[in-house]
């Protein structure tokens, strides 16, 4: 299993930015999938998750309504898009898989993935 995310950088207050994250190595359409982030001396959080199906998806609360997470079967990614970004969306941010569970079911805790990517570092500054 390979995840490698993409997009991050240095974006004004109110800019937008979109992450992706590139797989292989695994049947796509078998793992949900989350974005987390991580802030110097924080622990790491949920973002935004999506089902096997990619029909559901769940949100931190901070990020409903600017935030949006989805799958692009045919390339095989996860995208995050991110709008009306703020200096406390600055973090390290990382996509996660894991095998299985229902074609519905959104996994929302950082212990509930098996594959982590590298990071991509997202900067939110004017």
């Known amino acids: 299993v390979q995840l490698v995310e993409s997009g991050g950088g240095l974006v004004q207050p109110g800019g937008s930015l979109r992450l992706s994250c590139a797989t292989s190595g695994f049947t796509f359409s078998s793992y949900r999938m989350g974005w987390f982030r991580q802030a110097p001396g924080k622990e790491r959080e949920f973002v935004a998750a999506v089902s096997r199906s990619g029909g559901n998806t769940y949100y931190k609360d901070s990020a409903k309504g600017r935030f949006t997470i989805s799958k692009d079967t045919a390339k095989n990614m996860v995208l995050l898009q991110m709008n009306s970004l703020k200096p406390e969306d600055t973090a390290v941010y990382y996509c996660?898989?894991?095998?299985?569970?229902?074609?519905?079911?959104?996994?929302?805790?950082?212990?509930?993935?098996?594959?982590w990517g590298q990071g991509t570092q997202v900067t939110v500054s004017s």
């Open positions: 996660a898989v894991r095998y299985g569970g229902t074609a519905s079911y959104v996994g929302s805790r950082v212990d509930e993935y098996d594959y």
